[in-house]
């Protein structure tokens, strides 16, 4: 496994997407991942499975140090009212006195941002997290976090080999974050692709592996996919043995030509 070190933290730099998991059939997956040697799980309020991770991390022998837990405040909590009493409750829910990383998942138009970030700081200073970020934040949004003197570590976002991120992820790292890539196998588009399957073969792996691979060699990306099939998740896990050249990398690179995005952080949720 690789890290990216931030601050006090080393965040192992593929993690475990958990959208869409939940209930019993959750509880055997998160173990299988435990057991193939995810340490760093990625959940929030909205999953609705913040539960299940706290069932599971409650009972592993795994202990709490060794793992990387995120959760993300929806964007009808972000408000000072019920920013903190949300945490408390993803907290409770955990079965955890803190998080690793709390990120605010989306924007909200709504509210100001800069309420939001102080709620996000107060957060920290009460020992709920001990990191902060952002998610779904544009170039213009992180500038006005810098503006405010927020030091966040993190902005999440979407990216795989079909999408340009070059500009957010170059204000990303300016401001000393990490990039966490969601949706890093374009939600199973990856495996379709022709090149990504002829250097898969190449390095006799699979084109999944090879779009992981692509994220986790650049510096300061770390990618989180989710997968609810065992031999999946496995071979999700395993891209640390072989290495992509500059020539597989500029070729991967090249698809990103096609800009499809799967999520636009620009479309605001109808929050209620
Ligand atoms: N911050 C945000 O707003 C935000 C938004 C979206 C996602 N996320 C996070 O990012 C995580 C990952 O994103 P995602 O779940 O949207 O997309 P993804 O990880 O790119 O793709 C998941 C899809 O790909 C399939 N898949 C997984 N491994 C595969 C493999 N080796 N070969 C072929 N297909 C494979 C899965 O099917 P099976 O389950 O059948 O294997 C699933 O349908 C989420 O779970 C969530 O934690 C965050």
Avoid at 104 to 130: F, T, V
Avoid at 149 to 166: M, R, S, T
Wanted: with cysteine; proline share 4%.
């Amino acid at each position: 496994m690789d890290y990216v070190r931030k601050n006090e933290a080393w965040i192992p730099k593929l993690g475990f997407g958990t959208f869409n998991l939940t209930g019993r059939e959750a509880i055997g997956i998160l173990e299988f991942a435990l057991d193939v040697g995810y340490r760093h799980f990625d959940t929030a309020q909205m999953y609705e499975n913040e539960d299940v991770i706290g069932k599971v991390i409650g009972s592993t022998s795994v202990p709490r140090e060794r793992l990387f837990i995120t959760t993300k405040v929806w964007g009808t909590n972000l408000t000072e009212n019920r920013f903190l009493p949300s945490v408390e409750h993803s907290l409770k829910e955990l079965k955890q006195d803190y998080v690793d990383l709390l990120l605010i998942h989306w924007p909200n138009k709504n509210i100001p941002l800069e309420e939001s970030l102080d709620q996000l700081m107060i957060a920290r200073e009460k020992g709920y997290c001990k990191l902060i970020g952002v998610s779904n934040f544009t170039v213009e949004l992180l500038e006005k976090v810098e503006k405010r003197g927020v030091d966040i570590v993190c902005n999440q976002f979407e990216y795989h080999p079909f999408l340009n991120q070059d500009k957010l992820l170059a204000k990303t790292r300016e401001m000393g974050c990490f990039a966490t890539a969601y949706a890093p196998l374009a939600k199973g588009q990856v495996v379709d692709i022709e090149i990504l399957q002829y250097i898969a073969l190449k390095h006799k792996v699979k084109p999944a592996q090879v779009a992981l691979r692509w994220l986790v060699q650049q510096e300061d990306v770390v990618a989180i996919p989710k997968s609810s099939q065992l031999y999946r998740i496995k071979q999700n896990f395993d891209v640390f043995n072989f290495h992509l050249d500059e020539e597989d990398m500029e070729k991967i690179s090249a698809l990103q030509s096609k800009n499809m995005r799967l999520i636009d952080p620009e479309f605001a949720p109808t929050w209620d």
